[in-house]
């Protein structure tokens, strides 16, 4: 069972745009940034996302995060086939004194 | 560019003691600005944050981990280790190391909140008799 919650799976058809929700408690994304991960199959995860909504250089501006409360979301739009992986958030929880990650979404791209 | 490679024996038995190393190349371990980590990932499932060391050999664990976990850096070889005492089958997985980044104050990383970037490709550690 992960701290953090996401929805096991999604999809969407190209050029769609999809989200994929995190959801925790105030002594994780209630008081720290969100990171996301992007785990393309058969590879190790990559910095999608970090602080909310930061991108690192290199990652298309169609991927973006946001945060609200003690939930987060990463919002990909002109969804490509080169986009199915499993997504992950992350976050510092103050109560458990350890990086917390969701369980993981896989997308499919139909 | 920065790169992170594990290495160590893909088989450890039960109730032994597995070992790893990342070797840091591209830039140097002795940074102010990152701590460095473990990560893992049993087959099939989600990530699990190990723990964390900086270049001075200050660490913190997972306390789901800690009584197990022992991290060590050795900024002379640029290279970072991972010791996880009397494992089981559930401690098969692929283990990844990566740089942390985080909050700085005046220049120095602080523990805590940060992400994980890059990371190494994994390695794949069963255990098993």
């Known amino acids: 069972q992960s701290v953090l919650t996401q929805p096991p799976s999604a999809s969407g058809t190209p050029g769609q745009r999809v989200t994929i929700s995190c959801s925790g408690s105030?002594?994780?994304?209630?008081?720290?940034?969100v990171n996301w991960y992007q785990q393309l199959p058969g590879t190790a995860p990559k910095l999608l996302i970090y602080?909310?909504?930061q991108r690192p250089s290199g990652v298309p501006d169609r991927f973006s995060g946001s945060k609200s409360g003690t939930s987060a979301s990463l919002a990909i739009s002109g969804l490509q086939s080169e986009d199915e992986a499993d997504y992950y958030c992350?976050?510092?929880?103050?109560?458990?004194?350890?990086?917390?990650f969701g369980g993981g979404t896989k997308l499919t791209v139909l | 560019q920065l790169q992170l490679q594990e290495s160590g024996p893909g088989l450890v038995k039960p109730s032994e003691t597995l070992s790893l190393t990342c070797t840091v190349s591209?830039?140097?371990?002795?940074?102010?600005?990152?701590?460095w980590g473990w990560i893992r990932q049993p087959p099939g499932k989600g990530l699990e944050w190990i723990g964390s060391?900086?270049?001075?050999?200050?660490?913190y664990y997972n306390p789901s981990l800690k009584s197990r976990v022992t991290i060590s850096v050795d900024t002379s070889k640029n290279q970072f280790s991972l010791k996880l005492s009397s494992v089981t089958a559930a401690d098969t997985a692929v283990y990844y190391c990566?740089?942390?980044?985080?909050?700085?104050?005046?220049?120095?990383?602080?523990?805590?909140?940060?992400?994980?970037?890059?990371w190494g490709q994994g390695t794949l550690v069963t255990v098993s008799s």
């Open positions: 990566a740089r942390r980044w985080g909050i700085t104050i005046f220049g120095v990383v602080t523990p805590g909140p940060g992400w994980f970037d890059p």
């Open positions: 591209g830039g140097s371990i002795s940074s102010s600005s990152y701590y």
């Open positions: 060391i900086y270049y001075s050999g200050s660490t």
């Open positions: 105030s002594s994780n994304i209630g008081s720290n940034t």
């Open positions: 602080s909310n909504n």
């Open positions: 992350a976050a510092w929880d103050d109560s458990l004194n350890a990086v917390v």
